[in-house]
């Protein structure tokens, strides 16, 4: 349904909080769902007789979607309402988790995946395109940070405790959670969320395209993601490799997912004012950490070590590339949260398929020296397109 401008006046940070913790709040629901079978994916594939590698492609498909469709529904959806819209998302995230909770075959699970994937390809570029319609130009940068530090914790908090849930009392529990929670969100966005309009807000520098900086970002972001799920998609496979019980898999994910609020702390302090810097501590630490995994496997401790210090890392990832993204002002921030999206959720297909292919080959101890050479390739792109990763912002 196409609908005019609402006439909204921007105000701060401030006034706004309750409306953009709510986004964040839906952001880090978007990224559990998406993330849940990745440390359920033993238990679901016993209940159906599919082996690892297999199951593993439940995270394929859902990122396929994503990568496919995030742009071209973008663009489709332009001029749609965007409160009714990004409602119609998390109504579709329940419908999704319900599907897979109740799925009698594999099959079922599959489709309840892919109406996921397909609800993730536009969510994310509507939560993030929120924000700058939320506030004043000059507050852009902190309204982000807050309503996509949802995506951060998800990865932090919402995968390893329904994980625990679901090691606990079943991988079909903590779907249905989801859809309950997916459920109250929907409320909560009702209530707290002001509709904007869908004018795309003025930019600061209108002699720059931006173009070439936002490719780059894309690139590097697709990189990260690609070398990321590469082994985070097996990391419930490692951790029983390397001795851990079944039922210490969601506590040792928590502990080290926690470490990402170091994470994404360290991005918040510093993507404002050097977003070069930020890039490059946070792919170097994954790099070097992802290293110390391959190095110290199977010993246990110093695993559970190299994976807090690993997710601690990339806890500040998605903030980063959404950042620099939406700065290169390359198009409404709709659409560079589209790039953003499908390229994180080409590497997370692309790792996904690769982690399943490799695993057979090269075992568990090989998939992280595999990912640390594919985050290398990242962090070249953030050292070459200077712009795009620039060490003071000048527009």
């Known amino acids: 349904m196409v609908t005019t401008p609402i006439d909204t006046r921007p105000r701060g940070v401030r006034q706004n909080i309750p409306a953009l913790l709510s986004l964040g709040l ?26 690892d590698a297999a199951t593993g492609l439940l995270v394929s498909l859902y990122a396929v979607m994503v990568a496919a469709l995030a742009v071209p529904l973008t663009l ?37 995946r892919t109406i996921g994937g397909v609800t993730h390809a536009l969510f994310f570029s509507l939560c993030i395109g929120y924000a700058p319609r939320l506030v004043a130009p000059e507050h852009v940068g902190r309204a982000l940070a807050l309503a996509q530090g949802g995506t951060s914790a998800g990865f ?31 409320a ?29 970002v894309a690139v590097s972001n697709a990189l990260c993601f690609l070398g990321q799920f590469t082994v ?48 490059v501590v946070i792919l170097g630490t994954v790099i070097a ?40 002002q390359a198009a409404s921030p709709e659409l560079a949260g589209a790039w953003v999206n499908a390229t994180a959720n080409f590497g997370i297909a692309a790792g996904a398929a690769t982690g399943s292919a490799l695993l057979p080959l090269v075992g568990t101890a090989g998939l992280p020296w595999a990912a640390a050479s594919l985050i290398a390739l990242a962090l070249m792109v953030v050292f070459v397109a200077r712009q795009a990763f620039p060490s003071r912002l000048t527009r």
């Open 76 to 112: 489709a959806t332009a001029r749609f309402a965007r409160k009714r819209l990004l409602l119609t998302t998390v109504l579709c995230y329940a419908l999704s988790n319900t599907v897979v909770a109740l799925a009698p075959t594999f099959a079922v699970v599959a489709i309840g």
């Open 289 to 328: 950490a992802l290293v110390a995994l391959g190095v110290s496997f199977p010993t246990l401790v110093l695993v559970v070590l190299a994976m807090a210090v690993w997710n601690g890392a990339f806890g500040g990832v998605p903030s980063l590339y959404q950042t620099c993204a939406v700065r290169a």
């Open 232 to 279: 985070y998609t097996f990391i419930s496979v490692i951790l029983l490799t390397a001795g851990a019980p079944p039922s210490y898999l969601g506590p040792l994910m928590l502990i080290c997912a926690a470490c990402g609020l170091a994470g994404l702390w360290y991005t918040g302090r510093t993507v404002d004012r050097n977003p070069r810097r930020a890039a």
């Open 188 to 216: 909560l966005l009702a209530w707290l969320l002001p509709p904007v309009g869908t004018e795309t807000p003025p930019r600061l520098d209108e002699s720059h395209s931006g173009r070439r900086e936002l490719a780059a």
């Open 156 to 186: 932090v908090l919402g995968v390893p405790l329904s994980t625990s849930l679901g090691t606990v009392l079943g991988w079909r529990t903590s779907f249905g959670v989801l859809a309950v929670l997916a459920a109250l969100t929907l």
């Open 26 to 51: 839906a952001a880090g629901l978007a990224v559990t769902t998406e993330m849940l079978p990745v440390g359920l994916l033993p238990a679901i594939g016993r209940t159906f007789g599919v082996m």
